[in-house]
C-alpha cells in the first residue's frame, strides 16, 4: 500500500462549487503540506503544517482552505471553485527531524487532477 | 525573478550519452539542495541530495557551487529510463521552516 494517499484521484468540476481534497499518509510523518502544480510554473506550495495545531500559509493560499484532521490527514479544500484552480494537486509529507538538512526528503502522495469548468 | 530556474528543454539525447543539467537559486541563505525526478504524470520523487562537496550515485553525480548559487546535474550513460523531469529544488532559507521551493523542472528525453 501507498505511503501517502490522495482522494479523490481525478475531479471534474463547475464554477463555484465546494470541492475537497483528500491526502493520508502512515508514514508518522508530522509534516505535510499541500502544492499545485501548473505547466511552466512547477509546484507551489499552498498551505503546511507541521502539527495537528499547527497551519500555515504558503505562496499562493488565496482561494483555498485546509483541515489538519489528525497527524494522518491533511485535506484541502476550495470554497467556491473557478477554472484557473485547474491544475494537479500533490499532498507531501515530511519528517521534522531531518528538516532543513540535506537528509531532508518529502514524500508526495499520486496527486488529483482537478478540472473546473 | 523565479527563486529557482532551470532551462525547461527538452533535452533530446541518444542512449549513452552524457547530459548535463544547470539550475540557479536566487536565495544566498538556502542551506539544503536536491534533485527529484519526475516521470509523466506522476509524483516527484527524490534523486539525490546534493552535498557542498558534490556527491555521485551511480551514473548521476550533483554539484554544488554556493559562491555563483549554481547547482548541476550530470547524467553518464544515459538509459530510456532516465527519461524524465528533473526538478532542482533548494530549501527556503537558513532557518529550519520545512519549506522546499521547486523550479518548474528540465525535461530529459533518451532515444534509442
Known amino acids: 500500500d501507498a505511503d501517502v494517499t490522495q482522494t479523490p484521484r481525478n475531479r471534474i468540476t463547475k464554477t463555484g462549487k465546494r470541492i475537497m481534497l483528500e491526502c493520508s499518509q502512515t508514514?508518522?510523518?508530522?509534516?505535510m503540506y499541500w502544492y499545485r502544480q501548473d505547466p511552466g510554473l512547477g509546484l507551489r506550495l499552498i498551505y503546511y503544517?507541521?502539527?495537528?495545531?499547527?497551519?500555515n500559509k504558503g505562496e499562493i493560499s488565496d482561494g483555498y482552505s485546509v483541515s489538519r484532521q489528525a497527524q494522518a490527514k491533511f485535506s484541502l479544500s476550495l470554497e467556491s471553485a473557478i477554472p484557473n484552480q485547474t491544475a494537479l494537486y500533490f499532498c507531501?509529507?515530511?519528517?521534522?527531524?531531518?528538516?532543513?538538512?540535506?537528509?531532508?526528503?518529502?514524500?508526495f502522495g499520486p496527486g488529483t487532477r482537478l478540472l473546473v469548468l | 525573478r523565479k527563486e529557482v530556474e532551470q532551462d525547461p528543454g527538452p533535452f533530446n539525447v541518444p542512449e549513452g550519452a552524457t547530459v548535463a543539467f544547470n539550475c540557479t537559486y536566487s536565495n544566498s541563505a538556502s542551506q539544503s539542495f536536491f534533485w527529484y525526478r519526475q516521470d509523466c504524470r506522476k509524483e516527484p520523487k527524490l534523486l539525490m541530495s546534493?552535498?557542498?562537496s558534490g556527491n555521485e550515485d551511480g551514473r548521476f553525480t550533483a554539484q554544488l557551487n554556493r559562491a555563483s548559487q549554481y547547482i548541476s546535474l550530470l547524467i553518464r550513460d544515459s538509459k530510456l529510463s532516465d527519461s524524465a523531469t528533473y526538478l532542482c529544488?533548494?530549501?527556503?532559507?537558513?532557518?529550519?521552516?520545512?519549506?522546499?521551493?521547486f523550479g518548474q523542472g528540465t525535461t530529459l528525453q533518451v532515444k534509442p
Open positions: 546534493v552535498y557542498s
Open positions: 507531501a509529507t515530511s519528517d521534522a527531524r531531518t528538516s532543513g538538512s540535506v537528509e531532508e526528503t518529502q514524500y
Open positions: 508514514k508518522g510523518h508530522d509534516r
Open positions: 503544517s507541521f502539527d495537528v495545531k499547527d497551519i
Open positions: 529544488v533548494v530549501t527556503h532559507g537558513s532557518s529550519n521552516t520545512g519549506k522546499l521551493i
